[in-house]
């Protein structure tokens, strides 16, 4: 069974920096393409970024660019988004999702909440 | 606001049949598939349809998806109270060289 768990998410201050973290297990996690959704409070859901299978490429929104960098460890089997420079507008729950073909998102972990708040 | 527009809501009575409309552009729906999603309450998005008008294992056939040029649409057919949810449609952009999301359309079941 294709498992994704989320952890890393809380409460910081604007400026500051989180690291979020993707557990996945049941797939062979090197195999696939890897992305990172986030859902602002009451609102649609908004791309992040994606990652290549080795990590050697990655593409980001622009909302986040510069700011984000996505990475991914496949001994671990482990996906990551590390944000710096948090905005309040980044308060959101983040998912992370399995990638197929050009961009359909076939598993979704339940996601952890990042609140940037003073 | 979303490059790929959807009507914000959309209801309809058990057995009736919806559809959810999904509008983009030649960057992103005129060129590639379109994929959508369902959000129960409280839930994790799940797949829906991939490549316009397929459905994964364990999506009813009552769920059906088709595009044309650069719009796309849902319908449910023999709607089931347990259908009210977020439904998104989503597109790779090659301008912006990343992923969309439309706005969101909230289906309630009456």
Do not use: H
């Not at chain 1, 990590?55 to 496949?74: H, P, Q």
């Not at chain 1, 073909?101 to 339940?110: E, F, M, S, T, V």
């Not at chain 2, 919806?18 to 994929?35: K, L, M, Q, R, Y």
């Amino acid at each position: 069974e294709v498992q994704l768990v989320e952890s890393g998410g809380g409460l910081v201050q604007p400026g500051g920096s989180l690291r979020l973290s993707c557990a996945a297990s049941g797939f062979t996690f090197s195999d696939y393409w890897m992305t990172w959704v986030r859902q602002p409070p009451g609102r649609g859901l908004q791309w992040v970024a994606n990652i290549k299978q080795d990590g050697s490429a990655n593409y980001y929104a622009d909302s986040v660019k510069g700011r984000s960098t996505i990475s991914r460890d496949n001994a671990k089997k482990s996906l990551y988004l590390q944000m710096d420079s948090l905005r309040v507008e980044d308060t959101a729950v983040y998912y992370c999702a399995r990638r197929r073909g050009k961009q359909w998102l076939d598993y979704w972990g339940q996601g952890t909440l990042v609140t940037v708040s003073s | 606001q979303s490059v790929l527009t959807q009507p914000p809501s959309a209801s309809g009575t058990p057995g009736q049949r919806v559809t959810i409309s999904c509008f983009g552009s030649s960057s992103n729906i005129g060129t590639n598939s379109v994929n959508w999603y369902q959000q129960l309450p409280g839930m994790a998005p799940k797949l829906l349809l991939y490549i316009n008008d397929q459905r994964p294992s364990g999506v009813p056939d009552r769920f059906s998806g088709s595009k044309s040029g650069t719009s796309a649409s849902l319908a449910i057919s023999g709607l089931q109270l347990e259908d009210e949810a977020d439904y998104y449609c989503a597109a790779w952009d090659d301008s912006l060289n990343g992923g969309l999301f439309g706005g969101g359309t909230r289906l309630t079941v009456l």
